[in-house]
């Protein structure tokens, strides 16, 4: 046989791209089970199609163009990708199936649509179904087109003819390079049709957005290997029980990575909530025992968020744990604190944890509002009305500064808080900006408890 057009075989490891010449059960790179699928390995063809040299260039000697970004209006969406969309970009959206990826694209196409030209390849619904979906939305700008395609091949031919100025692929996972064997949504398909793509914007300059699925553990199938090939990738989450999604940027070239959008799916499609706070907050209620607010802060932006703690007598041998919304291993590493530091007899309790709204917690200044949400639930005495908590603490009991006091001070003013407790050693570099908010600076867990509680 002709070893130049011998075909290769090779085990592919659905989950992070691994390749095997065997199967293999379980993968040895990022240890999941029974994701090794069979593919047909032939040349990228984006690695075929040699380009030719360019010479080196002078770094100083740079000039940059005026940067221009083109706002979709939708000021969640704007700031998240920092300022609009950049020309010529490849944007990723990812999200679980259902989550709204498909609304949010086709809000802001129509949006952008009254401007420019728009190609929105539809490789998941059929035209009907997204017309369907137009008419919820109220959408109906004129240069706004539809294309219910699976063929990467057409789809890029279709975009070269055509030069729109966008165009969005929803979704990844079912379009397909016919170059390659294997089926749709699988790793080689999902990473050459990006590849495929990326060409296609950068080489005729045409703004992309690509909606992808997020499979059950987290990651967009053909996961990680997405990520470094795109400009921008944004996950859309939220509780499908709550109407509330959160848009987080977690790679941005073109801008910070740290920025969260907040919407509501609504009858007509998506919403942006402008203050978040006030609909976090607004189901609270007051003085129950075991519910605290913190200021969390996303990015630039502080949102205070409702903890609720449920501490109970354990009705069985092994007492439960449960947490939503909050990394359940620092809940517990703060409950061995209260134990051990603070006397408070935990570990013989069932103990369930929640942050209301469905909204998702990971910054350790969340940790001493935990701490006093569990001390309020245990003691059965509610926290004083109108007061928030912020700070990190450590293994000894101790209490440490976090960033930006200030934003998340202001926040809490706004919504009309009275009483906050803080690190000590924030208090240190606050201005005077706090205005009409008592603030106490606490250094170890044992203060804000016998501050809270102790008459
Ligand atoms: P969709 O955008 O199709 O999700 P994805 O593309 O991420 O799979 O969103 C589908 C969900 O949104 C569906 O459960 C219905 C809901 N929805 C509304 O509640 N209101 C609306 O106006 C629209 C268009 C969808
Ligand atoms: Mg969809």
Known sequence: MNGKNREKFLFVCQACGHQSPKWLGKCP?????????????????????????????????????????????????????????????LTLIGGDPGIGKSTLLLQCMDTLARAAKVLYVTAEESVQQVKLRADRLGADAEQLYLLAETSMARIVETARDWKPSFLVVDSIQTVYSH?????????????????????????????????????????????????????????????????????????????????????????????????????????RPEEAPGSIVVPSLEGSRPILVELQALVSGASFGTPQRSTIGIDHKRVSLLIAVLEKRAGLPLMGQDIFFNVAGGVRLDEPAADLGVVAALASSHLNRPA???TLFFGEVGLTGEVRAVARPDIRLNEAERLGFRHCFLPAGNLKNIPDAAGSLQLTGVSCIGEVLDQLFQS
Not at 63 to 68: A, G, I, K, N
Not at 196 to 210: D, F, V
Not at 245 to 269: W, Y
Request: proline share 8%; aromatic share 6%.
């Open 29 to 89: 790179n990022c240890d999941g089970w029974n994701n090794f699928v069979e593919e047909r390995v032939t040349p990228l063809s984006s690695a075929r199609q040699a380009s030719p040299a360019t010479a080196p260039c002078q770094l100083r000697s740079l000039v940059l163009p005026q940067e221009t970004r083109f706002p979709c209006r939708i000021g969640e969406l704007d700031r998240v990708l920092g300022g609009g969309f950049v020309p010529g970009s």
């Open 179 to 283: 170059e390659l064997q294997s089926a749709p949504g699988t790793v080689s398909q999902v990473r050459e049709c990006c590849g495929r793509l990326m060409q296609l914007a950068k080489g005729e300059g045409i703004t992309t957005c690509i909606a992808g699925h997020v499979t059950k553990d987290g990651a967009i199938a053909g996961p990680r290997l997405l990520e470094h090939m795109v400009d921008t990738v944004l996950y859309f989450e939220g509780d499908p029980s709550y109407p509330y999604r959160i848009l987080r940027a977690v790679k941005n070239r073109f801008g910070s990575t740290n920025e969260i959008g907040v919407f509501e799916m609504a009858g007509s499609g998506l919403r942006e909530v402008p203050n978040p706070s006030e609909i976090f907050l607004q189901e």
């Open 384 to 386: 004083p009305p109108r």
